[in-house]
Nanobody
Framework: QVQLVESGGGLVQAGGSLRLSCAAS????????LGWFRQAPGKEREFVASISWNGRYTVYADSLKGRFTISRDNAKNTVYLQMNSLRPEDTAVYYC?????????????????WGQGTQVTVSS
């Protein structure tokens, strides 16, 4: 019932920043925890970040904490991923996802709705 559409991906040089957005439609996601995942070529999809329904709690992959920030604006039905100090190894397709519940989760099995993904390419 929830449709998610990512935007903001593209090509950026190493050390640069991007902000990804994910807009939800179909119904409000104000009660749902949200997450970001990514999948690099030849690798499995990995967890990036999660945020609780009210934005009070966030969880990050250990390797990304300090560079990436997840946030949400429930009034806009949107979740964001701010990515700073980007590295070539951050190159991947980035997906947003929504849980049925309101608490954070760090595995893709915990999410029920997924966007189509947006490509992020970091050049050296």
């Amino acid at each position: 019932q929830v449709q998610l559409v990512e935007s903001g991906g593209g090509l950026v040089q190493a050390g640069g920043s991007l902000r990804l957005s994910c807009a939800a439609s179909g119904r409000t996601i104000s009660g749902n925890a949200l997450g970001w995942f990514r999948q690099a070529p030849g690798k499995e999809r990995e967890f990036v970040a999660s945020i609780s329904w009210n934005g009070r709690y966030t969880v990050y992959a250990d390797s990304l904490k300090g560079r990436f920030t997840i946030s949400r604006d429930n009034a806009k039905n949107t979740v964001y991923l701010q990515m700073n100090s980007l590295r070539p190894e951050d190159t991947a397709v980035y997906y947003c996802a929504a849980r049925s519940g309101g608490g954070t989760a760090d595995t893709d099995r915990g999410y029920d709705y997924w966007g189509q993904g947006t490509q992020v390419t970091v050049s050296s």
